[in-house]
Each structure stands twice: as structure tokens, then as C-alpha cells.
């Protein structure tokens, strides 16, 4: 027989969130120009995006940047947490494995340090991208496609 107490650890582990952004933030918070968008979305009609609208492009004639964070989460040192998202994205070809980046990271200090824990960006590249090609979840110069991943955030497992 499980102990009194086994019930709500199983509760706890097989809770999710669902962050779909169907009516607002959800608590997270967008630095930069990232911003929830109608204008592409996978669940189903709203999403965060980084860009802008008017120009459907990131490119603001200067160098950027943006977070998007998550509440606080903490993650039940008896469960498997994961991070699981879809995405759909689309930088320049020119060096795309080094710029615009597209990093995942966590923080277990309140966010005073970050570990990269998933880049998007392809790991390696051919030669043969230019100004205007882009490169895209699908590939070199392709329609951008919407990809599912997860992340293993077992090393986080009893940290906030
Ligand atoms: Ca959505
Ligand atoms: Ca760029």
C-alpha cells in the first residue's frame, strides 16, 4: 500500500501548464520584441513572437535583443520535468549557426544566473545562403514549418 502521503506526489508530477497564450501573458513576461502575436500561431490563433508587425521582421537597423520568461516554476525533485514547445522561426542564412541566436535557458538562482539548456539554431552550415535567403525551421532558404521539442529538465529537478 502507498503511504498517506504518495497520492499528491503523483498529483505534482503529473501536473501540466499549459502556456498556449489564448487570453494573455499567463504570467510570462517578453523583453525586447517579443510580444503575442495573431499573426501566426500553432494552439490556435495566438503566439509569442519576437519581430515587429509593421514590418513583420526583427531587423530594426540595429542590433537587438529579447527574453521571454516563464513564471516561476518549481520542479518536484520525485518527477521528470520537461520543457516541451512548438516552434516556428525564420533568421538570415548569412552565419546562422552564430548569429540570431535563439537560445533556451534556465535559471535555478531567480534568474541572477542562466545555463543555454537548447539552441534552435542549425549546429553546423553549407555555404551557399546570401543576403535575403533566409533560414528557416525547415532549412536553407524553405518556408519556415512549425517543430515540435523537448527538454530534459531533470538536471533542475527540486530547484526553483
Ligand atoms: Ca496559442
Ligand atoms: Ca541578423
Redesign the pocket.
Known amino acids: 500500500m502507498p503511504s498517506a502521503g504518495t497520492p499528491i506526489s503523483v498529483l505534482a508530477c503529473e501536473r501540466h501548464h499549459i502556456y498556449?497564450?489564448?487570453n494573455g501573458p499567463q504570467g510570462w513576461t517578453g523583453t525586447g520584441l517579443w510580444h503575442i502575436t495573431a499573426r501566426r500561431?500553432?494552439?490556435?490563433?495566438?503566439?509569442w513572437w519576437y519581430g515587429w508587425e509593421s514590418t513583420v521582421d526583427y531587423d530594426t537597423g540595429s542590433a537587438n535583443a529579447g527574453a521571454l520568461t516563464s513564471p516561476l516554476q518549481l520542479l518536484p525533485a520525485e518527477c521528470q520535468p520537461a520543457l516541451g514547445f512548438t516552434t516556428w522561426w525564420e533568421i538570415e542564412s548569412a552565419d546562422p549557426q552564430a548569429r540570431d541566436l535563439m537560445q533556451i535557458q534556465v535559471s535555478n538562482d531567480h534568474g541572477a544566473t542562466w545555463q543555454t539548456i537548447l539552441q534552435l539554431n542549425p549546429g553546423s552550415y553549407s555555404p551557399g545562403g546570401g543576403v535575403g535567403i533566409p533560414y528557416s525551421s525547415a532549412g536553407l532558404n524553405r518556408p519556415g514549418i512549425w517543430r515540435s521539442k523537448e527538454v530534459d529538465l531533470g538536471p533542475y529537478r527540486g530547484r526553483w
Do not use: G, K
Not at 500561431?41 to 503566439?47: C, E, F, G, L, V
Open positions: 498556449d497564450v489564448e500561431a500553432n494552439t490556435p490563433t495566438h503566439s
